[in-house]
């Protein structure tokens, strides 16, 4: 009884004295708005006279980008389409590519425990180079694979090549 008694109370305060969290209440101001931003881009436009330099802090002050009270950008999250090039798409991007690594490896598992002749295991230490490169290129395709495989159930294992423990 005590001890729901404590978690009861720990429940309670935390509930009660957590405040919210707020991005945009969270002291960001636009970057166009913050002293501190506004001097690192003139420090910046006259320590190099890079272009780039440049077009960079312009970019984040026409895109009315948030600043922080240090004057360095935020990336928001919150579903505004003006948004969704700073995390969306290279979210979008690295997921693609994380995918078209791993189904690479796995094809190319698949095709070296099809060979006849050869143990996989030395397939695996030394990588058949040739095969690798297929496998690459054809796992360019690989959400319309990893799709085709689902529908036809060779993607997942059937219930009986799923070893049990006795225990």
């Known amino acids: 009884m005590r ?4 978690l009861m109370l720990v429940i309670g305060l935390w ?3 957590t405040p919210p969290a707020k991005a945009l209440g969270a002291g ?3 970057c166009g708005d913050s002293p501190e931003f506004l001097q690192r881009a003139q420090t910046a436009r006259a320590s ?3 272009r780039s330099a440049q077009n960079r802090f312009q970019y984040y002050i026409d895109n009315n980008a948030l600043c922080g009270p240090e004057g360095l950008p935020r990336l928001i999250v919150d579903g505004r ?3 969704l090039g700073d995390i969306t798409f290279p979210g979008l ?3 693609y590519i994380a995918g078209w690594i791993g189904w690479m490896g796995r094809s190319y598992i698949r095709a070296v425990k099809k060979m006849a002749g050869a143990s996989p295991e030395s397939k695996e230490i030394a990588i058949d180079v040739p095969l ?4 690459g290129l054809g796992g360019a395709t690989w959400p319309i694979s990893a799709i085709k495989e689902l529908l036809s159930g060779e993607l997942v294992a059937k219930d009986e090549e799923i070893p049990i423990s006795i225990r």
């Open 3 to 6: 001890r729901l008694l404590a």
């Open 132 to 135: 690798a490169i297929k496998c």
């Open 81 to 83: 389409a003006g948004h």
């Open 48 to 50: 190099t006279d890079t």
């Open 15 to 17: 509930l009660n004295f």
């Open 93 to 95: 991007a690295f997921l």
């Open 28 to 30: 960001l101001v636009p």
